[in-house]
């Protein structure tokens, strides 16, 4: 870890070095340089989906480091928002370490970057309302970390919703949370829209939940790896709802070559906000509840026939089919997942499982052999020939990256979380009460 600040370390916020990769080979000729390494659209069949629905007429808020609306990838997708780090040099369209702006282009990014060729945002119709909450871990550390970043996220999450936004994306943690903060969740559901929150990425280590992720309301998401099994890293417990890639991402960023490969339940926490953009653009007339509801009814599940795993909760969001195939979307007015009712019966929420045991862990991944590394995103030069790193002639710039991991081989779990994009076995109308099912195995991706 190369910070010792406990309010970094309850962020999950860890400092790491940021190198140019310069990918060997000759120049690449086109624009699908970028694009075809980009494996999480391939998997999840982007540009079938984008002849039916890119996003458009959907505001995802991005509550997060601010976004720089000047990189090419993101140029005229993204909105005046509101700026809460107030110390912070800039306003909201100032990225203070490198993390919203990649997590808005993971969600909008249109593909229209340098002479290279662009990286695509998996909802590329999308606007982006960015809102910028205080860098905490420049401040105090203990309960005024804590206190800012618990006031700040229900500050903004209040905002997103008052200006239109439907999809609110939070790839943020913190150790601690407020009543506040469940109060401005409840305010977002009651006004028509869905909060998406990152699980974080202590999975491997001692797993303890976080905020906002763990509050009523909020949709959890899990990542996973190519292999469409839990990222090791990723945390895991009844605070996660969904799933989504979240390994290797290569998306649009601020600085460098404005290119950046991560890993991390930040990524696919903006995914799974991008897919329920590209629902709602496709059914206007929806509600937050119906949106979520075929979410949940069209993820693939475990192929173990589980209806619910605490690694990929019900399943990894298939967006192709809620668009192609979404059954049905249910009553408008009731909450298809089950903790806010617990929450009102005041019955106690289950802890998460640690990492070292749990009633899931027969199915969670062996621990790899080798150490997973720090955190890394990468900045990508493409075309160059060569690999420099730190004292060979590329200087390495330092970033914090919050909910972003590099994540290392791991062995094969019990069960294979199947991201499949053929049609469910059954897809019953209201979940969770009757969770979606799993996929069928061998669906061809």
């Known amino acids: 870890m190369g910070a010792t600040s406990a309010a970094i370390a309850r962020r999950g916020a860890v400092l790491s070095s940021v190198v140019a990769l310069l990918l060997v080979g000759a120049p690449p000729a086109h624009a699908d340089s970028v694009r075809s390494r980009q494996w999480h659209l391939d998997v999840m069949r982007a540009e079938q989906m984008w002849k039916t629905s890119t996003g458009e007429n959907v505001t995802v808020a991005v509550i997060d480091s601010g976004v720089d609306a000047s990189v090419p990838d993101l140029q005229g997708r993204v909105l005046k928002g509101k700026d809460l780090a107030t110390d912070s040099p800039g306003d909201e369209h100032t990225d203070y370490n490198n993390h919203g702006t990649g997590i808005a282009g993971l969600i909008a990014g249109t593909g229209n970057g340098g002479g290279s060729g662009g990286a695509f945002g998996l909802a590329p119709g999308s606007k982006i309302l960015p809102i910028r909450v205080t860098d905490s871990e420049s401040k105090s550390m203990g309960a005024t970390a804590d206190r800012y970043f618990n006031d700040d996220v229900s500050v903004a999450i209040r905002f997103a919703v008052d200006q239109g936004a439907k999809v609110i994306n939070i790839s943020l943690g913190n150790n601690v949370g407020s009543q506040r903060l469940r109060d401005s969740v409840r305010y977002a559901l009651d006004e028509g829209s869905l909060v998406f929150a990152a699980a974080g990425n202590s999975g491997d280590k001692d797993n303890a939940i976080e905020y906002p992720v763990g509050t009523p309301g909020v949709v959890g998401v899990g990542s996973v790896g190519k292999d469409f099994r839990r990222a090791k890293s990723s945390q895991y417990g009844p605070q996660v709802d969904l799933a ?103 019955a106690p929420s289950p802890q998460p499982s640690k990492a070292g045991g749990g009633s899931d862990q027969g199915e969670e991944p062996a621990a790899a052999a080798a150490d997973e590394g720090s955190n890394t995103t990468l900045w990508l030069g493409l075309g160059i020939g060569a690999a420099a790193l730190v004292g060979g002639g590329v200087t390495a710039a330092v970033l914090r990256s919050r909910r972003r991991k590099a994540v290392a081989a791991q062995a094969p779990p019990a069960y294979q979380p199947q991201y499949g994009y053929g049609q469910p076995q059954f897809q019953p109308p209201y979940p969770p009460t009757s969770p979606p099912p799993g996929a069928p195995e061998n669906t061809p991706l």
């Open 244 to 346: 989504a890639p979240g390994v290797d991402a290569i998306h649009a960023c601020s600085g460098g070559t404005q290119l950046c490969e991560s890993s991390g339940t930040s990524d696919a926490t903006a995914l799974a906000s991008a897919s329920a953009a590209l629902t709602w653009s496709k059914h206007p007339d929806w509600t937050n509840n119906q949106v979520l509801r075929v979410m949940l009814n069209t993820a693939g599940g475990p192929i173990s026939g589980k209806k619910r795993s605490d690694g990929i909760g019900y399943g990894i969001v298939r967006p192709r089919i809620a668009l192609k195939t979404p059954g049905d979307p249910g009553p408008a007015d009731v909450y298809p997942l089950p903790d806010l009712a617990a929450a009102a019966s005041e």
